[in-house]
């Protein structure tokens, strides 16, 4: 059989429990993921030499790390040629790029920084998404930026929270595309706290400062993203889910963003999906793959990845839904790491959309429990690969296993021969 036969078979199957493959194509193209530059150097950047902070790490020690703009957007573009669907370029702030002996700090960065960026996007046709950078800088004072009793270190985030929102514009301007920026920050207790409350209200008056810098809510879209714990802030975190949940509902055009990892590992993100969204028009998701802790683990097609997507498309929220991938592996090849990350998301939006969603939340409301679970479990072993090896080809990726060829190349060709 050829792929296209196999993909005709493929259909029918599907249309049999009235599912329409060819829909479920065209709306999977549709919805865009943002792909993370950070997989690329290990949450390195290009406007510091000091170590990772932030509660955050990165492990393993594979070689050819992209040290440079050029790498990284060389490798970037590797990567992007093996992954079918609809991308944005997911950007930091300590991704600027300085000319030859310039350097400001943080809080004085400018459009200008990310114009090389917008060119590599531009040629692409993606839009970027952007992330002021909260950490690895010798002004996190005590661990904290924005929610620090120092005013003048305050002061310093909360400016370079402003230069972030003009990017964002200037990012949304060029590209034409609605630029999501996200507030997330490091800062925390690694023990009790004497003053649970003071933190928070300093984070909140500070996001709010940020956000006075103007922008049109149609081409930037601010979002907060909460975290649980993270490396040496076990015992408190100033932005927890609900102080950015509450965050959000009380600041108009502020969307709320929830990372799969930055929960307690019982909790998950799939069942918030649904439950945010019958209060917010929009809403931002990290998609990770935690491993006991925060480890940002690359996103896997597991059961959790799958109920997310479930959740998004049954609840028809791919328009509604800012997605967005986030996770770090340094220990193995990180082209490999991006392309299996972002196949294994669009995999399973396609998996959510072809499934039978409308009569499978019927025989819920009909109390036909026992049909129910059979009907989920056999739509696990429907022929998604045909399905999914047709989309790629479409979209001009290769199929199957076909792409590691390509990594295994450009590892011998170009990453092994750096130094
Ligand atoms: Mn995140």
């Not at 170590?51 to 393993?60: A, H, K, V, Y």
């Not at 108009?252 to 019982?266: I, K, R, V």
């Not at 059979?374 to 045909?386: A, H, N, S």
Request: aromatic fraction near 10%.
């Amino acid at each position: 059989m050829t792929a296209k036969e196999r993909f005709e078979s493929a259909k029918e199957i599907y249309a049999s429990c009235g599912v329409d493959v060819e829909t479920a194509i065209v709306k999977c193209m549709e919805a865009p993921v943002a792909l993370h530059c950070w997989q690329g150097d290990d949450v390195t950047g290009f406007d510091h030499d000091g170590p990772l902070t932030g509660g955050i790490q990165t492990t393993g020690d594979y070689p050819g790390r992209a040290k440079t703009p050029e790498q990284l957007m060389q490798d970037m573009d590797m990567a992007l040629r093996l992954m079918p669907g609809k991308k944005k370029l997911n950007l930091h702030a300590s991704y600027a790029i300085f000319e030859p002996g310039e350097f400001v700090d943080r809080d004085k960065i400018e459009p200008k920084h990310f114009a090389k960026w917008v060119e590599f996007a531009r040629e692409r046709n993606m839009g970027i998404d952007f992330n002021p950078t909260f950490f690895s800088h010798d002004k996190v004072k005590d661990g904290l930026t924005l929610s620090s009793p120092d005013e003048e270190t305050r002061k310093f985030w909360i400016e370079h929270g402003k230069a972030c929102v003009r990017i964002s514009r200037y990012f949304a301007e060029e590209t034409g595309i609605p630029c999501v920026m996200n507030i997330w920050t490091g800062d925390g207790y690694k023990d009790i706290p004497a003053d649970r409350m003071g933190p928070r209200m300093r984070y909140k008056e500070a996001i709010e400062e940020i956000l006075s810098e103007p922008f049109d809510r149609d081409k930037v879209k601010p979002c907060v993203e909460s975290k649980v714990f993270g490396i040496g802030v076990e015992a408190y975190t100033v932005g927890s889910a609900e102080v950015t949940l509450s965050f959000a509902a009380t600041h108009e055009g502020c969307l709320p963003l929830m990372d799969n990892g930055h929960y307690h590992p019982t909790e998950v993100v799939s069942d918030k999906i649904p439950a945010l969204l019958c209060f917010y028009p929009e809403i931002a998701l990290h998609i990770t793959r935690p491993i006991r802790w925060d480890s940002d683990h690359v996103v896997l097609f597991d059961d959790e990845t799958r109920e997310i997507a479930k959740e998004i498309v049954r609840n028809d929220a791919i328009d509604r839904v800012l997605l967005a991938l986030d996770y770090f592996d340094a220990s193995i090849n990180r082209i490999s790491a991006w392309v299996t990350g972002m196949r294994n998301m669009q995999k399973a939006l396609l998996y959510a959309l072809l499934s039978p969603n409308k009569k499978l939340k019927e025989l819920q409301d009909a109390g036909k429990f026992t049909e129910l679970m059979m009907r989920q479990e056999e739509m696990k072993t429907y022929p998604l690969g045909d399905v999914w090896n047709y989309f790629c080809e479409q979209n001009g990726a290769p199929v199957q296993e076909d792409w590691f060829a390509q990594i295994e190349k450009y590892e011998e060709e170009v990453l092994s021969k750096r130094k």
